[in-house]
Nanobody
């Protein structure tokens, strides 16, 4: 079993920055992508950013130019650098290890591994 642990969430002012981390307990040979998802109250979960084994990245349109996903393969850790934050970025953020990048920042991980989530709150 693989455990994913997110950290780095918190509160920020609009225009500010936060950096999320997702540490995997071990390398997952079956996971070809890692992704960040978010879910705001009353809204559906959406893929935010994804990265595959080759380092190819994908983003949902609403965060392009503001968020950057990266990974440190030696630490089995994926990061999400979030700049120019907006109140609409407020959500619970989850990382996941999945099978492939579908599109628009979505790492398909329905049968993969998920973290417990970290809250991001952006105030205006």
């Amino acid at each position: 079993q693989v455990q994913l642990v997110e950290s780095g969430g918190g509160s920020a002012q609009a225009g500010g920055s936060l950096r999320l981390s997702c540490a995997a307990s071990r390398y997952t040979y079956s996971s070809k992508c890692m992704g960040w998802f978010r879910q705001a109250p009353g809204k559906a979960r959406e893929g935010v950013a994804a990265i595959d084994r080759d380092g190819t990245t994908s983003y949902v349109d609403s965060v392009k130019g503001r968020f950057t996903i990266s990974k440190d393969k030696w630490k089995n850790t994926v990061y999400l650098q979030m700049n120019s934050l907006k109140p609409e970025d407020t959500a619970m953020y989850y990382c996941a290890a999945g099978q492939w990048i579908v599109s628009g920042g979505y790492c398909y991980a329905d049968n993969g591994y998920w973290g417990q989530g970290t809250q991001v709150t952006v105030s205006s």
